[in-house]
DNA sequence: GCCAACGTTGGC
DNA sequence: GCCAACGTTGGC
C-alpha cells in the first residue's frame, strides 16, 4: 500500500513555483537535519504522492508532488548522515488549503502538521490524503491519470 | 518580534 | 543516563 506524506518549506527559500519550474527532472529535497523527517524520507517509494505545504509565509498546502528518486545521501552533507529523495511537482492544488481551515476540521487534527507542526517531512494517513484533496478541490482520479 | 514546542548538546 | 541550557522552527 502506498504512503502518503507531507512537505514544508518556507517560500522564501524553496517555493512551490520553484519546484515547478524544475519540472520532470525535480529536485533534491536536501537540507533536512532532523532524524525523525529523514526517517520518512527513507521509507518512501518511487512515485509515492505527498503535498507541498508553505510555512511561514502562506501557511497553506499548495500542491501535490510525487517521490521521483529514493532516499541518497544529501549531496550537501559532508558528515554522512543525512539523506533526501527527489521530488517533482504533479498537480496544483485547485484551491489551497490553509493550516487554520485543516485545524478546524475534526477529522484532520490528529495531522502531524497540527499535532506536531515542527516535523519537516511528515506522513499523512489516506484518510488525510483523501480529505485535504476534497478540501483543495482536487479530483483523485485526474491524479492518477 | 514574541514565544511555545521541540530537538540537540554537553556537563555531571 | 539525566537534565539544564541552548538553538531552531514556525504560528501568531
Known amino acids: ?52 505545504y508553505h510555512s511561514n509565509d502562506g501557511k497553506e498546502i499548495v500542491g501535490v508532488m510525487e517521490v521521483s528518486a529514493l532516499a541518497h545521501p544529501d549531496p550537501k552533507d559532508d558528515s554522512g548522515t543525512w539523506e533526501c529523495v527527489d521530488v517533482r511537482a504533479v498537480a496544483d492544488m485547485p484551491r489551497p488549503v490553509p493550516l487554520s481551515t ?20 511528515q506522513p499523512v494517513t489516506p484518510t488525510e490524503w483523501k480529505e485535504v484533496c476534497r478540501m483543495g478541490g482536487l479530483d483523485l482520479k485526474k491524479l492518477k491519470g
Open 102 to 121: 485543516v485545524k478546524e476540521y475534526a477529522k484532520l487534527a490528529k495531522m502531524a502538521l497540527v499535532a506536531n507542526s515542527r516535523l519537516s517531512v
Open 1 to 52: 500500500m502506498p504512503a502518503y506524506w507531507l512537505f514544508k518549506s518556507e517560500p522564501d527559500v524553496f517555493s512551490w513555483e520553484m519546484l515547478k519550474a524544475r519540472g520532470r527532472r525535480g529536485e533534491p529535497w536536501d537540507g533536512v537535519r532532523n532524524y525523525q523527517a529523514r526517517n520518512n524520507m527513507h521509507a518512501m517509494k518511487l512515485g509515492e504522492l505527498g503535498f507541498f
